[in-house]
C-alpha cells in the first residue's frame, strides 16, 4: 500500500500464514516466510508481477528474515521441531513413540474403549484437523477436512 494511502494490492494467495515481511533494498522483493511449501520456508514476492518464489528450501522451518542494506547478506532464524504422540507405561517407565510429525500435533486424548486416540494436527492444506489413531499401531486417519476451520479439544 502506498505511505501516502490508497489501494493496498494482495501479492500472496496461498492458504497458508505468511508472516515476517521485509522488502529487499532495491524495493523490487518482499522478503517473507510462509507454510505454503509444508514447513515453514523463506519467499520472495516480486513486487511488479506479485509471482512468489521460494530462496531457502532446506530441512526445518525458516522464519523472521532480515537483509541487509547493500541486499548482501541475508539473516533468519531456522527451528527443526518433531511432534509426537507417545504411549508411556507409568509402572514400567517404558515408552512407546506411537506418531511424529513435523506439523504440530495437540491434545491426544484415548477413546473411552482404549482402542483410539484422537488428536489435532495442522494439516498441509491448512486449518487445524482432527485425526484418529489407532492405540496399538497403524497409520493416523483425517477426520475433518476443512480448511478454513480449526478444530480443537477433542472429546
Given at each position: 500500500?502506498?505511505?501516502?494511502?490508497?489501494?493496498?494490492?494482495?501479492?500472496?494467495?496461498?492458504?497458508?500464514?505468511?508472516?515476517?515481511?521485509?522488502?529487499?533494498?532495491?524495493?523490487?522483493?518482499?522478503?517473507?516466510?510462509?507454510?505454503?511449501?509444508?514447513?515453514?520456508?523463506?519467499?520472495?514476492?516480486?513486487?511488479?508481477?506479485?509471482?512468489?518464489?521460494?530462496?531457502?528450501?532446506?530441512?526445518?522451518?525458516?522464519?523472521?528474515?532480515?537483509?541487509?542494506?547493500?541486499?548482501?547478506?541475508?539473516?533468519?532464524s531456522n527451528r527443526r521441531?518433531?511432534?509426537?504422540?507417545?504411549?508411556?507405561?507409568?509402572?514400567?517407565?517404558?515408552?512407546?513413540?506411537?506418531?511424529?510429525?513435523?506439523?504440530?500435533?495437540?491434545?491426544?486424548?484415548?477413546?473411552?474403549?482404549?482402542?483410539?486416540?484422537?488428536?489435532?494436527?495442522?494439516?498441509?492444506?491448512?486449518?487445524?484437523?482432527?485425526?484418529?489413531?489407532?492405540?496399538?499401531?497403524?497409520?493416523?486417519?483425517?477426520?475433518?477436512?476443512?480448511?478454513?476451520?480449526?478444530?480443537?479439544?477433542?472429546?
Open positions: 500500500m502506498p505511505v501516502a494511502g490508497g489501494t493496498p494490492t494482495q501479492l500472496t494467495f496461498a492458504p497458508a500464514f505468511p508472516s515476517a515481511p521485509v522488502w529487499s533494498p532495491d524495493g523490487r522483493y518482499i522478503l517473507y516466510s510462509s507454510l505454503r511449501g509444508g514447513s515453514r520456508t523463506l519467499w520472495k514476492v516480486s513486487v511488479k508481477d506479485g509471482v512468489s518464489r521460494p530462496i531457502l528450501t532446506g530441512s526445518g522451518d525458516d522464519d523472521f528474515p532480515d537483509i541487509s542494506a547493500d541486499g548482501s547478506r541475508l539473516v533468519y521441531e518433531r511432534f509426537s504422540i507417545v504411549l508411556s507405561d507409568p509402572e514400567s517407565g517404558e515408552h512407546r513413540m506411537l506418531h511424529e510429525s513435523r506439523q504440530m500435533v495437540l491434545a491426544p486424548e484415548l477413546s473411552a474403549d482404549r482402542s483410539d486416540i484422537a488428536f489435532f494436527s495442522v494439516t498441509l492444506t491448512g486449518g487445524v484437523q482432527l485425526f484418529m489413531l489407532p492405540l496399538f499401531g497403524g497409520t493416523p486417519t483425517q477426520v475433518t477436512n476443512d480448511p478454513l476451520a480449526t478444530h480443537a479439544i477433542p472429546r
